[in-house]
């Protein structure tokens, strides 16, 4: 075996330049592709963190059902055994309720979407307390304070400090409707959510529906997405009731989801086109090397050599070109991917607006996850050893005497 790996290693660096050159492709490659998958998993990291932690939050409880028809019959009741759970664990979790009402401010009136929080603990979960753009955030869920999206204040052509008049219908059916003065407003950075989100304090939302103690939904913080899915079992081995269902991100997110599937899917395309294009330009190189040195075989296998031993040093010689460009590939595909890690790329003019339009970030980051390079390497070595099938099937059925006689 020692004797076939110094063979391989000098027959490599017999033709320096074109060994060089598939090196520089191999690396290439491996670089191209490690930079490609960092920047998109990275990105698409930030995108899921950014759009869970915004307000919809890594694991919510609701009852069951809710999800399919929104009502606020669909409710339940918060008490104090639920309450006294999930704060013996010591889960960071806030109440919320979601509602449709009517905000009106002098002969403005729109369609709102009506969220009541509790500030204290929605901060714990979510960062929604953070993109206020102007004013202050109520400090009590009874407050009689709102704060409401950037864009509803100016399509209301009011004002912060201007009391406005909330109508919507209870939990009863019956319509309910209360004062409220505009605190502040808030940039989610989502043109539509923007323009119709009202939040209100939990205590105050729930007078005007009428719903005394009963909400929508408990949202749940975490340290991450597979966090949320240990989150997700622990909460149901905890809270065993039938009417609650334990919702994870991705339930409550299924289009974010379904949209970076999507153009994941068609980056691992691209790749494989790559890591193909690759495949000949190796396969060119091998059988090229494997062409010229059929004399040279017939006389090793004329004196004895046996015929795998010969297949054997062919893939050696692959494996080891393959190894050495790849190993550059990744050096640099580390560089690349930590500077964009500690200089993400900001997006500007209108990619900033066309990125902002589907919800997400406008910013490019990167990602040194190992299993990156792992998946990046195993696919070329893969593609690799592939691509040496045919030239090894040539060595294998070569035959002494007319590879002494190949000119």
Same mark, same amino acid.
């Not at 307000?55 to 918060?78: A, C, E, H, M, W």
């Not at 929508?216 to 997405?225: R, S």
């Given at each position: 075996?020692? /004797?076939?790996?110094? &063979?391989?290693?000098?027959?490599?660096? !017999?033709?320096?330049?074109?060994?060089?050159?598939?090196? @520089?492709?191999?690396?290439?490659?491996? $670089? $191209?592709?490690?930079?490609?998958?960092?920047?998109?998993?990275?990105?698409?990291?930030?995108? %899921? =963190?950014?759009?869970?932690?915004?307000?919809?939050?890594?694991?919510?409880?609701?009852?069951?059902? %809710?999800?399919?028809?929104?009502?606020?019959?669909?409710?339940?009741?918060?008490?104090?055994?639920?309450?006294?759970?999930?704060?013996?664990?010591?889960?960071?979790?806030?109440?919320?309720? %979601?509602?449709?009402?009517?905000?009106?401010? =002098?002969?403005?009136? *729109?369609?709102?979407?009506?969220?009541?929080?509790?500030?204290?603990?929605?901060?714990?979960?979510?960062?929604?307390?953070?993109? /206020?753009? @102007?004013?202050?955030?109520?400090?009590?869920?009874?407050?009689?304070?709102?704060?409401?999206? @950037? =864009?509803?204040?100016?399509?209301?052509?009011?004002?912060?400090?201007?009391?406005?008049?909330?109508?919507?219908?209870?939990?009863?059916?019956? *319509?309910?409707?209360?004062?409220?003065?505009?605190?502040?407003?808030?940039?989610?950075?989502?043109?539509?959510?923007?323009?119709?989100?009202?939040?209100?304090?939990?205590?105050?939302?729930?007078?005007? +529906?009428?719903?005394?103690?009963?909400?929508?939904?408990?949202?749940?913080?975490?340290?991450?997405?597979?966090?949320?899915?240990?989150?997700? !079992?622990?909460?149901?081995?905890?809270?065993?009731?039938?009417?609650?269902?334990?919702? *994870?991100?991705?339930? +409550? $997110?299924?289009? $974010?989801?379904?949209?970076?599937?999507?153009?994941?899917?068609?980056?691992?395309?691209?790749?494989?086109?790559?890591?193909?294009? #690759?495949?000949?330009?190796?396969?060119?190189?091998?059988?090229?090397?494997?062409?010229? !040195?059929?004399?040279?075989?017939?006389?090793?296998?004329?004196?004895?050599?046996?015929?795998?031993? /010969?297949?054997?040093? #062919?893939?050696?010689?692959?494996?080891?070109?393959?190894?050495?460009? &790849?190993?550059?590939?990744?050096? +640099?595909?580390? @560089?690349?991917?930590?500077?964009?890690?500690?200089?993400?790329?900001?997006?500007?003019?209108?990619?900033?607006?066309?990125?902002?339009?589907?919800?997400?970030?406008?910013? +490019?980051?990167?990602?040194?996850?190992?299993?990156?390079?792992?998946?990046?390497? &195993?696919?070329?070595?893969?593609?690799?050893?592939?691509?040496?099938?045919?030239?090894?099937?040539?060595?294998? =059925?070569?035959?002494? &005497?007319?590879?002494?006689?190949?000119?």
């Amino acid at each position: 075996m020692n /004797l076939l790996l110094k &063979l391989a290693w000098r027959n490599i660096w !017999r033709n320096k330049r074109r060994s060089i050159i598939t090196l @520089a492709a191999v690396s290439f490659a491996a $670089l $191209l592709a490690i930079g490609m998958r960092g920047i998109q998993i990275g990105t698409y990291s930030l995108n %899921y =963190k950014t759009a869970i932690e915004l307000f919809t939050s890594y694991v919510q409880i609701q009852k069951t059902g %809710y999800r399919d028809n929104p009502s606020l019959n669909n409710s339940f009741v918060f008490d104090n055994d639920i309450k006294n759970i999930l704060e013996e664990e010591s889960y960071k979790f806030t109440p919320r309720i %979601y509602a449709d009402g009517l905000i009106s401010y =002098k002969d403005a009136s *729109l369609g709102a979407a009506l969220f009541g929080i509790v500030p204290s603990t929605e901060k714990n979960v979510t960062t929604v307390t953070n993109k /206020l753009s @102007a004013g202050t955030f109520f400090d009590s869920d009874n407050s009689n304070q709102i704060v409401v999206g @950037a =864009k509803l204040l100016e399509n209301l052509n009011a004002k912060i400090g201007d009391e406005v008049v909330i109508l919507s219908q209870g939990f009863d059916g019956s *319509l309910g409707n209360q004062k409220f003065t505009i605190s502040g407003t808030v940039k989610m950075g989502m043109s539509e959510f923007d323009g119709m989100a009202v939040f209100i304090g939990l205590s105050s939302l729930q007078h005007l +529906l009428g719903m005394d103690d009963r909400i929508n939904a408990i949202a749940f913080d975490a340290d991450g997405l597979e966090s949320a899915e240990i989150l997700k !079992r622990d909460l149901m081995q905890k809270i065993s009731d039938p009417e609650l269902s334990m919702l *994870l991100w991705e339930e +409550l $997110l299924p289009e $974010l989801k379904q949209l970076i599937e999507f153009d994941n899917v068609s980056g691992i395309f691209f790749l494989g086109i790559l890591i193909v294009i #690759v495949a000949f330009g190796i396969l060119n190189t091998v059988l090229m090397s494997v062409t010229e !040195r059929f004399k040279e075989f017939g006389v090793v296998l004329s004196i004895g050599m046996p015929q795998h031993n /010969l297949v054997k040093l #062919v893939y050696i010689e692959t494996i080891m070109i393959t190894i050495i460009g &790849l190993i550059l590939g990744n050096i +640099l595909g580390y @560089a690349v991917n930590y500077y964009i890690v500690q200089n993400p790329i900001i997006l500007g003019g209108d990619l900033s607006r066309i990125y902002e339009e589907y919800n997400f970030v406008p910013r +490019l980051e990167s990602s040194l996850n190992a299993h990156i390079f792992f998946n990046v390497s &195993l696919s070329i070595v893969i593609i690799s050893i592939i691509a040496c099938f045919y030239p090894a099937y040539k060595v294998y =059925k070569l035959e002494p &005497l007319k590879g002494i006689r190949h000119t």
